[in-house]
């Protein structure tokens, strides 16, 4: 990560301006046809918002040296950057290995959308390297999510990059919950790194967005065919809400990693968790992983409790998480595996799972929170 390329910009308006401007307009008109057939051609110059925007732009560069890559594009949501770039590289006839447990959003994408265009998906048990190298053969594209956002799982990504390239397939990773900051896929040989901006980027539950970083030559693929065509660019004003969560990035990560350490901890030693589901703990099977891959470990993580009734007892009972889907803003989350059904059969979670997310407030306060709830629960 380039911490200095989050903190600051070139001024976009002369004006040296310390914060860009919204450039929040949809149009960039010009004076001759060959200063328009100019900036079409070279794409340096904006000409219209769905394909380029000064305000997306500056976000869009910072994404790109947050992951250390040559270029980055940006997306209405994360599920609009990941269709992007599986309509870009995919068509009739290929097939994509997938490691599981997918983001639920781009199972959807998986096994709803692609199979209507004559793409077939093999899902492979992420944590299975030898299985899923075994599936690459004739494969057109790897997808793996590490760690995964539900049970925390991590993909051997040396191994499974190297087998990739081997084969000619393209590797696609969702790195959002390594945020570019805990994880830097591009590193380990992945081709394209994935984000919903969502989460960590906006860091305020303020913004739906999505990235994709990558190199040039592959992201000049997605701009002209993920972008142009399917047409989920980021809007200029969300644009602008994510380049300033981003100064606070680091800070945010560094305190949702603590937070989470030390709720984990504690939830470890607590007699009615049956398991904490949180790579950054030694007990963790994929700690090793975790150690090789990871530079931190963020807020996000689950844990198993008896059954569903205790899941849904325990839930209901915190004040200070509330129950919802998402994760990276500023506030605590908690999220029964029970009370979304399909991804809890799809993947066969036992039904006493609960992802909880640590937010911004302060440690003691959510353990008090998880304690009394806990005290709540059968
Ligand atoms: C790991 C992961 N990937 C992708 C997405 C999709 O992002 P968005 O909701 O911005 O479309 C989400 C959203 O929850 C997610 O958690």
New binding site residues.
Partial sequence: MDPISLLHEPSLSGFGEVAPPVFQNSLFAFATSAEFEAAMKSGEKPVYTRISNPTVRAFEKKVAALEGAEDALAFA????A?TAVLFTFLKSGDRVVAATPV?A??YGTLTKLLPKFGVGVDFVPGTDTAALQAALPGARMLLL?SPT?YTFELQDLDPLTKSAREHGVLSVI?N??GAGVYLRPLRFGVDLV?H????YFSGHSDV???AVTGSKNLLDEVRSLGTVFLGAKLAPWEAWLLVRGLRTLQLRLQRHEATALELARYLDSHPKVKRVLHPGLSGHPQNGLAKKYLEGTGGLFSIELKDEKAARAFSDALNLFAIG???GGHESLVLPLASQPRVREAYGFPPGLVRLFAGLEPAEALKQDLEQALAATA
């Fill in positions: 949501s994360g599920n609009a990941m983001y959003g781009t999510e956002s969702d959002t919950y994935v919903s901006a969502t989460k739906v967005a999505g889907v998402s994760w």
